[in-house]
Nanobody
Framework: QVQLVESGGGLVQAGGSLRLACAAS????????MGWFRQAPGKEREFVAA????????NYADSVKGRFTISRDNIRKTVDLQMNGLKPEDTAVYYC????????????????WGQGTQVTVSS
């Protein structure tokens, strides 16, 4: 069992930056792939970024590639999402998720979810 708590969301102007943090509690954090997803009002939840348990492999949605960076610290049990060059279309609730070693871009492959943190980007 893993509990996830996100923080770091807020209101930022277009072009600005935010750093989201996800703190995990429970066992075997280092065995889980971790992902960030987001959901905008009236839209489906979508993949943003993922990182394998060792931290040596990452994957990004095309819409955020080159602007967002996912990282993890298996000692501190945290996974962060550094977001630069934010755009109004990045506005959404951002969720941290934990999955198995096979989890990657599909939300259905993740078993544990945080409560979400709101990111709002003004134009």
């Amino acid at each position: 069992q893993v509990q996830l708590v996100e923080s770091g969301g807020g209101l930022v102007q277009a072009g600005g930056s935010l750093r989201l943090a996800c703190a995990a509690s429970g066992r075997d954090f280092s065995n889980y792939a971790m992902g960030w997803f987001r959901q905008a009002p009236g839209k489906e939840r979508e993949f943003v970024a993922a990182i394998k348990f060792s931290g040596d492999r990452t994957n990004y949605a095309d819409s955020v590639k080159g602007r967002f960076t996912i990282s993890r610290d298996n000692i501190r049990k945290t996974v962060d999402l550094q977001m630069n060059g934010l755009k109004p279309e990045d506005t959404a609730v951002y969720y941290c998720a934990a999955g198995t070693s096979y989890s990657w871009r599909a939300s259905e492959d993740y078993y544990y979810w945080g409560q979400g943190t709101q990111v709002t980007v003004s134009s």
